[in-house]
């Protein structure tokens, strides 16, 4: 086996638990329907979306004082959905073509085509391969996503959980039924909320894509560095930071836990905490900058695009829940969903905190329906985030 097969059967490891967890839901699926036959049956997410809507784009309206756009809903397979997951990734311009390769590989357990994709564009894959496991580990909690014009429904998901909620609640399916249908429809009203608010947000939408295309930029230039270290620098390396040995016919293996020790998203976290969100300058250990002079310099850029995302992700998705909050804080379907899908409650959502979502509640109780259109066109920063006050002083 080449060290490239081993990064391929390394990386689907990493996601066998996500991969065994969709062969139940298939299998429980299939016995659910078996079940059934024809006495019980759902409707399709098709056509309960287009039903929907049209009345949650009216509510979103309403309560963001900002029109939702001319959008449309897609429903794609598990394997389109997972693609989709890798154009989320919103890699360089260069590695675009790669990422859908290796996400479509890994999408088909394709151990070749990884294991080529490595060791071709090595680089490329040590950047983006970080990514797959905590993307596609989303796929079976993830009901939807908003990417460029669309909204995408995740229809692996949502047309076998209502099937196999009912099917594990048991007999008599018939009076259960009307629960567990009005969970699914509570299900599909979150997630196009969800979904459509996050396609009014253009611009915090914009500015998150070009942060993480440059964050993943510096991270290929870190990944080429490291690729040509010499062995030399390398074993000082591994004996300075502790790393476990790698035995000497493993050479790429080697560099590729050196790069996933020092990529920023985990080195720099861990050794400054997350407060390095706000900083503006960070430092690292002089002895580990001799080994690698230009990694200070890629530290130190990586801190503006990084923030940038956080800053623009985490508003993103506080002003989705917080419109979700509000909006479908009376409605029964939406009630049924927290009990039959997410085994909680209503109240014990309305209570869910988020950094983002309490921010946008800060926000909304000092400019009221101008809050959507405020945040998207005069984004916060990742220091305003944890002082609202500080981010309405400024306007």
Known sequence: MTEFEEFAYALLD????ELNEEKEIIDSKVKAEQEFASNIKFE???TISNRLFADTSKKITEFTGIPVSQIKAEFPELVEFKRLKGRKVYPTKESVEFVDELFSAIAHED???????????????????????GYISQISTTYGDFYESAIYLN?????????????????PYESRFDQVNSGY?????????????????NNLYNINKIAVSE???????????????????????????QLPEVPEEYPIAKRANLFFVLNPD????????????TFNKVTIDPKISEMIPQLLDIYQRWLKPIQAHHAAFTTMEGMAEFAVKNILRDDQDFKNYLVTFANSDISSYQIRKSMGTDFTEYIFTKL???????????????????????????K
Do not use: C, W
């Open 215 to 241: 964050v993943n930029a510096i991270n290929e230039e870190l990944a080429k560095i490291i690729l040509a270290l010499d062995e030399p620098t390398i074993k000082n390396l591994f004996n300075y930071l």
């Open 44 to 46: 399709s997410i098709e």
């Open 266 to 277: 985990n080195f720099i976290v861990q050794v400054l905490g997350p407060d390095v969100m």
């Open 14 to 17: 990493q996601l066998s638990v």
């Open 368 to 394: 009221g329906k101008d809050t959507y259109k405020t945040l998207i066109e005069n984004p916060p920063t990742t220091r305003e985030l944890k002082n609202p006050e500080s981010y309405l002083n400024r």
């Open 155 to 171: 229809k692996f998901i949502l047309s076998s959980y209502p099937q196999i909620i009912l099917y594990k609640q048991g007999k």
């Open 185 to 201: 429809i509570g299900a599909l009203k979150m997630t196009i909320l969800e979904e459509q608010v996050h396609s009014i947000q």
């Open 111 to 133: 151990v070749q085509k990884i294991s080529s994709l490595a060791e071709n564009q090595t680089f490329r894959f040590l950047v983006y391969s970080t990514y797959a496991k």
